[in-house]
């Protein structure tokens, strides 16, 4: 059978559907481009925003075109929270939701050996279990899914019921994962989840102890954390990092509010003066670290006065840059009874606003960096006779070609020549 994937949304999503494609690729499958003709299309959606959901049904309706008579599958949090909308299109086989989608093989071999109606406890046994994953993508970086889920119930957001509850993998597998992951060349771990501060809360281990082990694993040779919580951020992570091996000095922690009054309407927990706290601690331990922010702009309830606030608050934080999202309603959340409403006029003007500012802040953070020097990861495609790479606080950089250097870490002096503009990719 020919299998072609397209991922929507999160880090999360695409290892998830890398791992899905091994498994694929293990049993005899042949994994091909979504745009050539393929017998199984699995398109893994993304709930995130009303956009990311249009993306998802042009991703399906894509399919279905490609080619008529193939099975698509569309798994992931839209498949699990939106399964009304996907059943209207036609031409889709599968919806399969966070808790089904890492039974895909099984459940299409099976269809295969016209056992068609599949069995309702297969997919019921493994309700919300939790499915390793990590995706190989471009040789030099994997994102590495450790944790799973959940339960903090943010008021604006959808994920807990598109997700499920927070579980995890032991730290034994892992660290078997992050092997595996070493075996196929990759010289950098980004470890991700949704929640991934709360890894191995419920087995009794914690994400200290996880970071430790793989720390040892010197096969590897860089790991970045993709985002953790500010609340889960302890000094005790704060202070490893610095000082281990491997982790480097690049944060991201969401924000979302720069307003007490709007974190409290967010169920968030903590306040900005926490948040404060731990951006200080980071930059005093790593004076050249990277921290990134996740916020959302015209969340309701947010009025001028808290907009202000937010960004009096984000002018004065030693951040390198924000993830700026407009506020988008998402079904069966407490947001949306949460007044006053902001209307789209509104959100569309501070997400603009907060879009500068991460700008104006991202080109002082890159100029702070200029005639410093960083160790660098080359990636290994060429582009135009040159190639890429990322230093290890997370500024891209440039230089001419030189397959030798692919998928090897060197210190660079960077300058305004070989420093590649912009926010960083993800
Ligand atoms: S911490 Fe809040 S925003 Fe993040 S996934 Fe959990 S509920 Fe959603």
């Known amino acids: ?140 970086r994997a994102f590495l899914k450790i944790q799973d889920g959940c339960d903090y119930f943010c008021t604006y957001c959808a994920i807990p019921q598109a997700r499920g509850r927070s579980r995890s993998a032991t730290i034994e597998e892992v660290v078997k994962m992050a092997e595996e992951c070493a075996k196929s060349g990759a010289k950098e771990i980004v470890l991700t989840g949704v929640n991934t501060g709360t890894f191995g809360q419920q087995r009794g281990e914690s994400f200290i102890e996880l970071l ?93 006065d808290d907009f202000g606030e937010a960004k009096a608050f984000l002018n004065t934080l030693p951040l390198s840059y924000l993830h700026v999202f407009t506020y988008s309603e998402r079904p069966n959340t407490m947001a949306l009874k949460i007044t006053p409403k902001t209307d789209m006029h509104q959100r569309r003007k501070r997400s603009q606003e907060l879009h500068e500012l991460s700008e104006k802040k991202m080109r002082a953070f890159v100029e702070s960096q200029v005639g410093k020097e960083r160790k660098v990861l080359w990636e290994s495609s060429r582009h135009d006779g040159e190639m890429y790479g990322l230093t290890d606080n997370y500024i891209r950089v440039r230089r001419e070609y030189d397959p030798e250097l692919s998928n090897t870490v060197t210190e660079v002096v960077l300058s305004k020549e070989n420093i590649v503009v912009g926010a960083p990719t993800d």
């Open 212 to 304: 430790r082990k793989l720390d040892d694993i010197e096969s590897i040779a860089r790991y970045r954390i993709s985002s953790i919580e500010p609340n889960l951020i302890t000094d005790e992570i704060i202070e490893f990092t610095a000082r281990s091996r491997a982790f480097l000095p690049h944060f991201h922690i969401p924000l979302q509010a720069g307003s007490d009054n709007v974190l409290r309407l967010m169920h968030r927990h903590y306040d900005t003066a926490l948040y404060r706290e731990k951006v200080e601690k980071i930059k005093s331990e790593m004076p050249d670290a990277c921290i990134a922010a996740d916020i959302i702009a015209g969340c309701n309830g947010e009025t001028e």
């Open 1 to 140: 059978m020919r299998v072609a994937a397209h991922t929507l949304g999160c880090k999360l999503n695409f290892a998830e559907t890398s791992q899905l494609l091994r498994r694929f690729a293990q049993a005899g499958h042949t994994v091909v481009d979504f745009h050539e003709e393929a017998d199984l299309y699995i398109v893994n959606t993304c709930t995130v925003t009303a956009v990311a959901e249009r993306k998802c049904r042009t991703a399906i309706r894509q399919a279905v075109r490609q080619n008529p008579k193939a099975q698509v599958a569309v798994v992931g949090c839209f498949a699990q929270n939106g399964r009304q909308q996907i059943e209207k299109i036609e031409g889709v086989t599968w919806i399969l939701g966070n808790d089904e989608k890492h039974r895909l093989l099984e459940i299409v071999e099976r269809a295969e050996k016209a056992e068609s109606e599949l069995s309702a406890e297969l997919i019921k046994d493994g309700r919300w279990e939790f499915a390793g994953a990590w995706s190989s993508g471009d040789r030099t």
